[in-house]
């Protein structure tokens, strides 16, 4: 009768990846995948050429990892495979059989024989909603930072002017400062309004379909003056705009923003246009244009991005706002070589 042969290491590990819930698999020394589980079939829909080729090369060859993820993966399994680390976990982004992404951790464990390793156990965990419940939080910390940023430092101007002005007429006794504190306090209103429109998600932000008349709210901006001031030799022209359909609230404060915009870094005799085409709601200057830089001009739509040492906040406003309706917000050149907004989508009412 013969004696009954010993399991191998990997024979072992094999035994326990297949009675793994995860998605898993064993490599041997030379980085071939010898065996993987029902889960990770199941999970990937990979046939069994790419499951049981070398990797991370069979799957960078097949279209499943980006090179950059492939080297990753080596020089973590490598780590593994030399005695260098006993527990090796890296992120992996994986395009799956069916064409979506998964972001997973793989936690990598060496198989020892005889003090030597011969190869490692890899274990798959799906971490996709972690990753992107991360990336929120990661974006909503940001932008709660700029948020704080603008709030502290760029209403201190306006609240300056105002404490300025109500100080004066407390000592003189006289009130006509109190008009320029007025504005003052009204523009801080405006700011702190802005500041709420930024820090909600574009699909938070409640919206109303109305009939809004282009003229009408071109005019409201300029005379308002709550877009700040319009150079003497300025010209807003509204190209034979009816009304389009949007939230008036919402709308003004993009247009005005764009309007303000134009006169701000204009020129001192800027022409401006407003109005609307197949493409949407445009506001269109002839001053100096887009920055030359691509980077530059990708960074136009960034809270806190400014050109002029301003917010930052005006043309981040103007896309939160296009968002806000399911518009887009496309910056380019004007037919007069200066600065064009559109938002994309806009439609005049029927």
Not at 236 to 249: I, Q, S
Not at 279 to 287: E, F, I, L, M, S
Request: hydrophobic letters at 40%; aromatic letters at 4%; a negative charge.
């Amino acid at each position: 009768m013969e004696p009954p042969s010993e399991s191998s290491p990997i024979d072992h590990a094999e035994s326990i990846v297949n009675a793994l819930g995860d998605g898993a698999y064993v490599l041997d020394a030379d980085r071939t995948r010898v065996f993987v589980n029902e889960r990770l079939r199941e999970v990937t829909g990979f046939d069994e050429a790419v499951l049981h080729g070398r990797h991370p090369e069979r799957l960078v060859e097949a279209g499943y990892w980006s090179a950059e993820t492939g080297g990753r993966y080596r020089a973590a399994v490598e780590r593994v495979l030399d005695g260098e680390a006993d527990d090796e976990r890296v992120q992996l982004t994986t395009t799956l059989a069916d064409g979506s992404d998964v972001t997973t951790e793989t936690r990598l464990t060496p198989i020892e024989n005889d003090g030597s390793i011969v190869g490692a156990v890899g274990v798959i965990r799906d971490v996709t909603e972690r990753v992107e419940r991360e990336r929120e939080l990661k974006r909503l910390n940001e932008r709660l930072e700029r948020l704080a940023g603008f709030l502290s430092h760029d209403l201190r101007n306006p609240l300056s002017v105002a404490r300025g002005y109500v100080d004066l007429a407390r000592e003189t006794d006289e009130t006509e400062g109190l008009a320029a504190a007025e504005d003052a306090l009204d523009r801080i209103e405006t700011m702190i309004d802005e500041a709420l429109v930024m820090a909600r998600e574009p699909e938070a932000i409640e919206t109303e379909d109305a009939a809004v008349d282009l003229a009408e709210l071109a005019a409201d901006c300029l005379e308002s003056g709550d877009f700040g001031d319009c150079p003497p030799d300025a010209d807003l022209v509204v190209d034979e705009a009816g009304p389009v359909t949007g939230d008036p609230t919402l709308l003004r404060r993009a247009i005005g923003n764009l309007i303000g915009n134009a006169f701000e870094y204009g020129g001192d005799a800027p022409t401006v246009r407003v109005g609307v085409d197949d493409r949407g709601v445009y506001v269109a200057d002839d001053g100096p244009g887009l920055p030359d830089d691509e980077q530059a001009r990708a960074a136009l739509t960034d809270f806190g991005v400014s050109p002029g040492g301003g917010t930052g906040i005006g043309l981040a406003i103007v896309q939160r706002v296009a968002a806000a309706h399911d518009w887009t917000l496309e910056i380019d050149e004007s037919a007069a070589g200066g600065f064009r907004a559109t938002l994309v989508g806009a439609e005049p009412t029927a």
